[in-house]
């Protein structure tokens, strides 16, 4: 049976609901779990009872726990008839359970019932647990006869006989509410997807059907996208639709099946001494034509163990057989130790999810065949890249031919999480007993934080008692593993550029209180250390021999999303508690087919070449494809899967050139070049459809803009649920912290700016490093900087929107002009009818706009958008404009004053080019209400359309004026500090941002 048990603290209730009738509610909570149901004891005449119970489930399934549900009922006893009326619930899906260290206490609001309602909030903290000491709670008898309420609310299980006696089977039924330190939980094991693919039959190629889409009736072909129907492991995908091959499609089913033959060397044994010495030096050399691989040496080992894997392209390969050469390291010429030779056409194919082959001891032989001493243990098949050794093995396709020097490391392809970010806020409060040098003068004193190399300070306070009052709140960003230490300095302003230290304190992370929600966090004294102390460990409570004290409110704040990228290109709205987390609404799988035309990058042997590989980013996941060196049409093939949690998110596809590639292995000093970058935004797809179009690669240069080739991908959502995708629409865009407790825009882009930095500055510690001109290009880290191109691309973008109320003045206009008598004398009758009959005027106008939708849906769009550089301005912009965009921050162009104010220009007209932007963004979300950009918002508004001039015309037109100014002027009691549904819908939808460069 399995240890791992659900936690679940019931904390404590508010502002329940009265039922007995006298104002009051005598309440208790009824937990259910995995067939198990325990219930607290009953708070008397309480409607914000505090329980502090802990209860332990059992978890017969821990695979299956993202399926299972915790609920939580509230009820009311009634003690007259030993009954229970209904108060409100709480459900919390599985997929929200985490480890204690993660849990935070957090009041979720109670639901009502189909035919009750409730109010209020329950306070619970739910984590996962595998602390063996730990055993499954007793639960409380029923409410029957033979209990009577007085007993479950007056008589604690330690005094009752009844669980006296229960106590030799069960444990105790609930735990006093404790600090839980010792219980350090592990995160349950998530099912790993394997992937397989079926080959296809080999057969002659039909060529690719390719249809042109422009992103704007000006947008040159060249620059725009291109519909395929390519041949993947699924089938022929012809208009988004799957025609299925002869044999069934596998999961992996979004690229062409490339065959590769597997060479996995294990050990060997028994080698012979090669050296005057003695001793051996091997190393193994597999070398199929042209394309050979080499693993490390072993210093004097004659059993040696490589546990290498070899993946040879079967389409490049032009011999017949496979050579496995062992070889002495020598200084001069290495020596030949003995071979394998295998016929290409005797090794069997493996098609997961067969197992994978095992390896053989095979003898050495000489160079004629003659067996030696020695054996090597290899195994050799082919496969696809769905075998689970594809990602980690060494690839020829990546290599020259005849080339080993190239450091593996640059070329596998490799999965990346980014770190769970938080914001930590710092409230400084006041500082007590500060010590100064200088006695005839008030100190001018301020609080300097710094976390990593996150610097912010409060405003500067006279303290003519040696005690200041602050009250600001500080904010920082922070990545787990928390590496570095909070340290706060009290300073002292004596004169320009000169400060004084008065004390600091160093307070690690860790010990930091976590919260979800916007409940107040209890402050605290800290003791400062003396300024000349070097002692660099956490401030301790107890160390008092230096008198000066800070007082601080310091916490995690899970109940934010970390901004980490553009918020016109967020990949991820969750907050960062866990907790908070819903379930995903679908599946995200996308298929890197391969790249064409790529532009040369760099010159080998006297030809233009380029060495690329292809970064896929979307919430946490970050994927690399695989190098493929010296090739302008390089084949990828890989595909990759996303969980979505929520369809006003954005997919970035981008390629990149690596400079990290030597002629003799990696230098690591240059800046990989970027070559363009792809963004689908999940609400513009259609489920269920496979979208393969071939995107125009566009980067803006100094020279202007340019194509630098084309990459080709195939895109497929999924939806679980289309009614839970749905009801998405009405809820609102960020964590419910953003609008309760709002950051300011400025707070907003520094720790926007912090954030990219700490996520650049892990990625790049990964193995294979992702470099940090990558992570900056993929998150639009510098798009917030001035630029007059933005600007006009921008108030283009808000004429464009303007341009439909333009031509319907001019109608108008044409009309009072008698340009068209008939249209004339129609639109007279319609205003005499409306005028007679106003109560016809909205029906009208919802059932018009609802045919507007229903006509628009036949030119509805049947690609994803793309960047188009006639809306981003780029085909026409100046040579001074190009100069003055790819200008350094600060201007390096003017002497120094001219650079103050030619850099306060800069940075006042970014603001105002956001702001344009914002405004141009409200107008097309307004215009996309109709056109079918995202199919399911469309959806959702035609039939709000149909259904609001149906029920408008059923009802008067005075009522529904009353309803909407009684909406209007309703007490304030009644709003709520969230967003409305309807408003939430329209932030939801798309806007022309994605074709944005």
Not at 117 to 132: A, M, N, Q, Y
Not at 184 to 193: D, I, K, N, R
Not at 325 to 338: R, T, Y
Not at 562 to 588: F, H, M
Request: proline residues 7%.
């Amino acid at each position: 049976m399995s240890n791992l048990k659900l936690g679940v603290e019931v904390v404590s209730a508010h502002n329940l609901l009265p039922k007995d009738g006298q104002g009051s509610s005598s309440a208790f909570v009824e937990l259910r779990f995995d067939g198990q149901k325990f219930r607290t004891t009953i708070k008397e005449k309480d409607l914000d009872p505090v329980w502090n119970e802990t209860f332990y489930f059992n978890i017969s399934d821990p695979n299956n726990l993202s399926n299972l549900i915790l609920e939580a009922y509230v009820y009311n006893n009634t003690k007259a008839n030993r009954s229970k009326s209904f108060l409100g619930k709480v459900r919390i899906a599985g997929t929200s359970f985490v480890p204690y260290s993660d849990a935070v206490r957090l009041h979720y609001p109670l639901e009502g019932g189909i035919f009750s309602r409730s109010r209020g909030e329950l306070g619970l903290k739910v984590f996962i647990t595998d602390d063996p000491s730990i055993r499954s709670s007793n639960p409380l008898p029923a409410m029957d006869s033979s209990v009577s309420a007085d007993t479950l609310s007056t008589k604690s299980p330690a005094t009752d006989p009844k669980f006296v006696s229960d106590e030799s089977r069960h444990t105790f039924h609930h735990l006093p509410n404790t600090s839980h330190q010792q219980h350090h939980s592990t995160p349950v094991a998530q099912q790993q997807v394997q992937y397989g693919v079926d080959e296809m039959r080999a057969g002659p190629q039909v060529p690719k059907v390719v249809r042109m889409y422009s992103g704007s009736p000006s947008q040159p072909v060249d620059y725009a996208l291109k519909e395929t129907s390519p041949f993947l492991g699924g089938g022929q995908i012809v208009g988004g639709r799957v025609i299925r091959a002869d044999r069934p499609a596998s999961t992996y089913d979004l690229v062409e099946p490339m065959q590769f033959l597997f060479v996995r060397i294990v050990k060997a044994r028994n080698l012979p001494s090669m050296d005057i010495t003695g001793s051996l030096d091997p190393y193994v050399e597999v070398r199929v034509g042209n394309y050979k691989g080499i693993t490390k040496h072993h210093e004097k080992k004659q059993n040696p163990e490589w546990n290498t894997v070899f993946a040879f392209s079967k389409e490049r390969m032009q011999s017949s057989v496979l050579e496995v050469a062992v070889k002495d390291k020598d200084m001069v010429k290495d020596d030949f130790v003995g071979m394998i030779r295998f016929d290409l056409n005797e090794v069997p194919t493996r098609v997961p999810p067969d197992s994978p082959l095992a390896p053989e001891w095979h003898w050495l032989e000489d160079k004629k065949g003659e067996k030696k001493k020695g054996e090597l243990m290899v195994a050799v098949w082919i496969g696809t890249q769905a075998d689970e050794a594809f990602p980690d093995a060494w690839h020829s396709d990546a290599a020259s031919p005849v080339d080993s020097s190239v450091a593996s490391t640059y070329i596998r392809s490799k999965v990346y999480h980014s770190p769970r970010l938080w914001y930590v806020r710092v409230n400084v409060i006041e500082a007590q007993d500060l010590v100064v040098t200088e006695r005839t003068r008030f100190p001018d004193v301020y609080v300097k934080a710094v976390i990593g190399n996150q610097l912010v300070k409060t405003k500067p306070i006279q303290a003519p008692k040696m005690n200041a009052l602050w009250n600001e709140d500080l904010m920082f960003v922070a990545a787990e593993p928390f590496e570095e230490h909070l340290i706060l300095t009290v300073e002292d302003r004596i004169g320009p550029n000169k400060d004084e230290v008065l004390g600091k304190a160093i307070i690690p992370l860790n010990t930091v209180e976590r919260r979800a929600d916007d409940r107040i966090v209890h402050s605290q004294w800290y003791n400062l250390q003396k300024p000349s102390s070097d002692d660099v460990e956490p401030t301790k409570k107890d160390k008092g021999k230096f008198a000066s004290k800070l007082h601080l409110r310091i916490c995690l704040d899970g109940g934010y999303h970390v901004l980490d990228e553009s918020t016109q290109y967020s990949s991820d709205l969750r907050p960062t508690a866990k907790q908070l987390w819903k379930s995903s609404i679908g599946i995200l799988e996308l298929g890197i087919l391969n790249a064409d035309a790529l532009n040369p990058t760099k010159a080998r042997d006297g030809r233009g070449t380029a060495d690329t590989y292809c970064v896929a980013k979307y919430g946490h996941k970050w994927v690399r494809t695989r190098t493929i060196i010296d090739s302008l049409n390089p084949k990828y093939n890989e595909q990759y899967t996303w969980e979505v949690f929520d369809p006003a998110t954005v997919l970035t596809v981008g390629v990149f050139d690596s400079s990290q590639l030597g002629e003799k292995g990696s230098n690591g000093g240059n800046r990989d070049m970027r070559i363009g970058k792809v963004r689908i935004r999940i609400s513009t797809l259609e489920t269920g459809r496979v979208y393969t179009h071939s995107y125009p690669l566009l980067v803006l240069h100094p020279s202007g803009v340019k194509k630098m080739g084309e990459l080709h991908l195939a895109i497929r959502f999924s939806c679980a649920s289309m009614m839970n995708m749905m009801f998405l629409y009405s809820r609102p865009l960020l964590p419910k912290m953003h609008y309760v407790r709002p950051l300011t825009m400025a707070q907003l882009e520094m720790l926007r700016h912090q954030a990219v930095n700490i996520v650049a500055a892990r990625l790049s510690r990964s193995e294979p490093p992702l470099r940090k001109e990558v992570v900056e290009y993929m998150t639009d880290a510098h798009s917030h900087l001035w630029s007059m191109r933005r600007s006009k691309a921008n108030f283009f973008r808000l004429m464009t929107v303007f341009n439909g109320l333009f031509a319907v003045g001019k109608w108008f206009g044409e009309v009072c002009m008698w340009r068209n008598p008939i249209t004339t004398a129609l639109v007279h009758v319609l205003f005499v009818m409306l005028v007679c009959f106003p109560e016809l005027i909205l029906p009208t106008v919802f059932l018009y706009m609802f045919l507007i939708g229903l006509w628009n849906y036949r030119y509805r769009p049947k690609y994803p958008p793309h960047m188009n550089m006639r809306i981003s301005y780029a085909d026409g912009v100046p040579p001074d404009e190009l100069d003055e965009e790819f200008d350094s921050f600060p201007t390096s162009r003017a002497p120094d004053l001219v650079r103050m104010r030619y850099d306060r220009l800069r940075s006042v007209a970014g603001r105002i080019q956001t702001v344009v932007g914002d405004v141009a963004t409200q107008g097309e979300r307004v215009l996309a209400l109709l056109s079918w950009r995202d199919p399911r918002a469309t959806t959702i508004f035609v039939m709000f359309c149909l259904v609001a001039a149906i029920v408008l015309y059923a009802t008067p037109f005075q009522v529904v004026a009353v309803i909407a100014g009684f909406y209007v002027m309703r007490h304030p009691r009644f709003r709520h500090k969230l967003p409305a549904a309807p408003l939430n819908f329209f932030r939801r939808l798309p806007a022309r941002t994605d074709s944005m460069l």
